[in-house]
Each structure stands twice: as C-alpha cells, then as structure tokens.
C-alpha cells in the first residue's frame, strides 16, 4: 500500500505542474510585424514589377526599335507580369492576421513559412530559365545575323546574369535556412498547443 501511496503523490504532484504555454499576444506581435513587412515587399515587388513591364512595352513600342528587340521586350515583359501574378496568388490568403486565435496565428505563419520557401524555389528556377531562354536567344540572334549593337546588348544582359544568379541563389539560400528554422519553432510551438 505504501507504494500505491507514493505513486499517488507523484501523480498529483505531476498534475498541478504547470503545463507550458504559449504567449499568444507576443505570437500576435510578431505575426502582425511580419504580415507588415510582407505586405511592405510584395507591394514593392509589385511595383517594381509594373515598372519592368511598362519599361518593356516602351522599348517594344518604339518606333526605334528592331524585330529583336520587340520580341525580346514582350517576352520579358509577358514573363515579368506572370510570374508576378503567380506570386500574388499563392500570397492571397496570407494577407491578413486579424481577429485570428493562437492556433490560427500558427497555422498562418506556417503556410507563411511554407509560402516563403516555395517562393525562393520557384524564383531562381525562374531566374535559371530566363537566363537559359536569353542565353538561347542570344546564340539564335548571333546566328541569324542580328544587329551588332543588339547582340552586344543580350552579350551583356547574359554576363550580368551570370553575376546575379549566384548573388541572389546564396541570399536566397540564407533567406530559406532562416525560413526553415523559424517553420521549425512554429512547428514545434503548434505541437505544444496541442499536447493536453
């Protein structure tokens, strides 16, 4: 008996420990300031977007400009609006945070978390594509005898890309270890929710 005893004290001493929980307020401060700051940069990428496009169909419109050059301009205008609207959809539902509870803060900053890496995946396998599709394009216009100052110009478009896509694979590949980690935490926070 005296055992049961003891087992029985232990139990109750287990059950007034308290159970580890979650600050929801400072959970809803660090969702809100980061639903704050994307917002911030998806406008910003929208905006910049919206330039690139207005600059491409610019040059694709001038009356200057040649049949390379037109082609070239609407192609990279048409992939610039796409891939931007692809990026605002898989956004739309991550726009807002309010009036959410813990759990639903979780879960929204995990399918933020989830967004984000697709986001850095899906963005330099576009970035290789285009400089794959301009790197074609410059080899074609060199064969089909384009303008000298027009295959100067795609010479220097796929050099540079050649100097950006490792610069934005390594800050994308920081950005996305970040990512990961921070999924890790909320992963393991919306565990803790769970437990009894």
Known sequence: ?????????????????????????????????????MRRTIIGETGLAVLVVVACALIALNADSGDYRRGLMGVLGLL???????MLWIRRSQWSETGLDGGALLDLEIRRCATTLHY??????????????????????????CPPEQGESLRGLVLL??????????????????????RRRLLALQEQARAP
């Open 1 to 37: 008996m005296n055992a049961n005893k003891e087992w029985d004290v232990l139990s109750a001493a287990w059950k007034q420990q308290e159970a580890p929980t979650i600050d929801v307020e400072a959970l809803r401060r660090e969702v809100a300031r980061r639903g704050r700051a």
């Open 161 to 182: 890309y050649v100097i950006v896509i490792p610069l934005v694979g390594v800050y994308g590949a920081w950005r996305s270890h970040g990512v990961r980690a921070r």
């Open 80 to 86: 610039t609006f796409l891939y931007q609207a692809y």
């Open 120 to 145: 850095w995946r899906f963005g330099m396998w576009s970035v290789l594509a285009l400089w794959l599709g301009l790197y074609a394009y410059w080899l074609w216009c060199l064969a089909d005898g």
